[in-house]
Structures are given as structure tokens and as C-alpha cells.
């Protein structure tokens, strides 16, 4: 019988790299520091090196990451931000938390990313901000993105949650807005042993602020200026993260290596292939083929024990949660929620599973 095939293999990870791991963890119970230490000061600084970045400000998760942005930028009640309406639910969630409202805009069906026409039309005089997901692992369309922002004198966060390491037109993302946020999620390109986040910003008040908000609103030990969160980064964390960080480009080089060999395998069936829009470089977070019978060619693989995921099968004005925000319909993101399926992909993932996978694709599709 066939070996099952998982989405991803965090456990493969780990031991491809348990020495190196395990030293950094042992360092860190060693210097008996487990919050705000050294380690997660090295971390930012590295980060920021590796995208570009002139500050960046660790937290506990990618939605903290998006969510704090906002808020260091006094967006609040009143005001709105807009949002593509295919992605996961924290980048509208982010909005929320503030008080203001998020507003929907579609995506381009080859890329899956915010569609800078409907963006443009969703810009009213609430509007100060938009959050441009770079979803899958390929940056969004940023040079007309930061166009228009800079037009309407909008905020830019970009959602790197899925593209650490991608770039477009020479430039990483995290480095074009006023803000980038990252997630550490285990299941992402850059993996922590848990939940862990990153802010990357252009100013240093914003860094000083986004400092503030994931401590309590402290910079000074039991003086609060404002009201803030605990969302602080921890140490074993970062320790992980920064071993990682060293290995992250061989494995978003052999990402595309394993996105490479399913379009070879996949080349001519009855699918339609991820596209990549040729501004920048695709870290392939997931590859993410479309078909009328996805759910068809989701049973098949599931009977030969190989995982596969629908991200996402719900738009996001067509949530509960959001069923009190008006919204215009959204043909694109209702047709890529219909027709997506995200197939294995992992830095690990051998060419036998790779052909595996896409003979039963073929068949199926």
C-alpha cells in the first residue's frame, strides 16, 4: 500500500535540522531569558536584513501582525480599509479589531491576489488603508497597489503571512509598505514550533508604537501610555525561527523545484495551473491548481491517502461573521472559492510523490 502523503512535514523539517534546533533550544534554556531577550532582538534584526526592512518589531502571531499596523496608524470607528476577499479571515479579522470596517475588494483569477481595479473602485472618504495579501507565496501587484495609495494618500500593509522570501521587482516583500506582516505559523515557509509573528515598518515611531502595543502600551516597566496587548515573541521562538531563517532560501528553491515538476507532471490535463505574473519571485507557500470537478479530484486523492486543502471555501463577504457588512458581489473570489485545491508541498516532498499525486490529479480531473 501506498505511503499516505501529508500537505506539509514539520517532523521532517525538524530532523533534517535536530542539531541545529536542538543547540539553539538548549542555548536558550541555558541563558535562563524566555521573554524580550537577545534572541528575538537578533531575530529582528535579521529579518530585516533578510527582506529589506528598516525596523521590525516581533509578536506572538500574524494576525497581531496585521492587527497592530492599524492601530499604530490611529485607524479606527469610522474608517475603513480595504481587503481582498480571498484570503484567510485574520486580514479582515486584523480590521475589526479596530473598530473600523473592512470593505472587499476581488482578485485576479490567475494570481488569486487583490485586483487593483476593485480596489481603486472601493476607495471611498472613509477609506485610509489597504492590506494587500500576497496569497500563496507570490507578491500581489505592488508597483500599481503603491501607486494608487500614494494617490489617495492610503496606508500599504502587505500580509506576507505566505511569502517570506518572495519578491517583486527586485524587492522582497515586506520591504514596499508602511508595514509588513508575517506569520510564523508551523505550516509556513519560515516555521516556528508554534505561534510567532513579525511587523516589519518604515518609521521608527511606528516601531516605537508597535513596541508599546505588544507590551502592555509600556516602554518603561510599570508605566502604561496607552491601553496595549501581551503579545510579545518568545525566545525559544526565535531561536528556532533564526535557525531556520539560515536554511530559508535552499527551501523555497526547492519549493519551486516541486512546483516545477507538477507543472511537468500536470502539463496538458484537464486543470488549470497556478499562474506566476513574472514581476518577482514565487516561494509557492501552496500550489494551487482550479477545476470544476475539484471536488471530485479531492475524493480521488483522499482515497489514495494523499491530503489536499480548499483554501478558501468561503469568501470573505460571504462569512457570518461579516453577513452585517455590505458588499458588492465579488465574481472572481466566488469562482476561485467554487474551484480551488491546494495540493502537497513541502521542501521535503520526493519526485515519486510528486508523480503520485499528479497521475491521480489526471485521472480524476
Known amino acids: 500500500m501506498n505511503q499516505p502523503v501529508n ?7 525538524y530532523a533534517s535540522l535536530k542539531s541545529e534546533i536542538d543547540a539553539a533550544v538548549a542555548r536558550v534554556f541555558g541563558s535562563g531569558r524566555f521573554v524580550l531577550g537577545p534572541e528575538g532582538e537578533a531575530l529582528e534584526r535579521e529579518i530585516c536584513q533578510f527582506v529589506g526592512a528598516a525596523h521590525g518589531v516581533g509578536c506572538n502571531s500574524g494576525t497581531d501582525a496585521l492587527h497592530f499596523p492599524l492601530v499604530a496608524a490611529g485607524i479606527g470607528s469610522g474608517d475603513e480599509v480595504v481587503v481582498p476577499g ?7 479579522e486584523a480590521v475589526s479589531y479596530t473598530g473600523a470596517t473592512p470593505v472587499f475588494a476581488d482578485v485576479e483569477e490567475g494570481t488569486f491576489n487583490l485586483d487593483p481595479r476593485s480596489f481603486q473602485e472601493k476607495i471611498t472618504n472613509k477609506t485610509k488603508a489597504v492590506i494587500a ?15 494608487i495609495c500614494k494617490e489617495k494618500n492610503l ?19 515586506g520591504s514596499w509598505g508602511d508595514f509588513g506582516g508575517f506569520s510564523f505559523y ?33 516602554r518603561q516597566t ?23 531563517l539560515k536554511h530559508l532560501e535552499g527551501f523555497n528553491a526547492a519549493r519551486r523545484k516541486v512546483a516545477q515538476r507538477y507543472r511537468e507532471k500536470l502539463a496538458g490535463a484537464k486543470v488549470t495551473l497556478p499562474a506566476e505574473h513574472g514581476r518577482g519571485t514565487h516561494v509557492y507557500h501552496q500550489f494551487t491548481i482550479r477545476s470544476e470537478k475539484r471536488d471530485a479530484i ?13 483554501f478558501y471555501p468561503m469568501p470573505l463577504h460571504q462569512q457570518p461573521a461579516y453577513k452585517g457588512v455590505k458588499s458588492s458581489p465579488l465574481p472572481v473570489a466566488e469562482k476561485l472559492a467554487r474551484t480551488v485545491l491546494s495540493l502537497p508541498i513541502n521542501p521535503l516532498l520526493d519526485d515519486a510523490s510528486i508523480d503520485r499525486i499528479a497521475a491521480c490529479v489526471r485521472k480524476a480531473a
Open 86 to 92: 480571498f484570503t484567510f479571515f485574520a486580514t479582515a
Open 186 to 218: 508551523p505550516t509556513k515557509n519560515l516555521a516556528a514550533a508554534g505561534d510567532a509573528g513579525l511587523i516589519t515598518a518604515k518609521t521608527e515611531e511606528h516601531a516605537k508604537t508597535l513596541r508599546m502595543l505588544r507590551h502592555h502600551g509600556s
Open 222 to 244: 510599570y508605566l502604561h501610555e496607552r491601553v496595549g496587548w501581551n503579545s510579545r515573541l518568545d525566545e525559544l521562538q526565535a531561536a528556532v525561527l533564526r535557525v531556520k
Open 155 to 173: 496606508l500599504l500593509v502587505e500580509d506576507c503571512a505566505q511569502c517570506i522570501g518572495a519578491d517583486y521587482q527586485g524587492k522582497r516583500a
Open 133 to 147: 495579501v500576497h496569497l500563496f507565496g507570490q507578491c500581489a501587484n505592488l508597483d500599481e497597489i503603491a501607486r
Open 7 to 13: 500537505m506539509v512535514d514539520p517532523a521532517g523539517e
Open 298 to 310: 479531492r475524493e480521488a486523492l483522499g482515497k489514495e491517502g494523499i491530503a489536499s486543502s480548499v
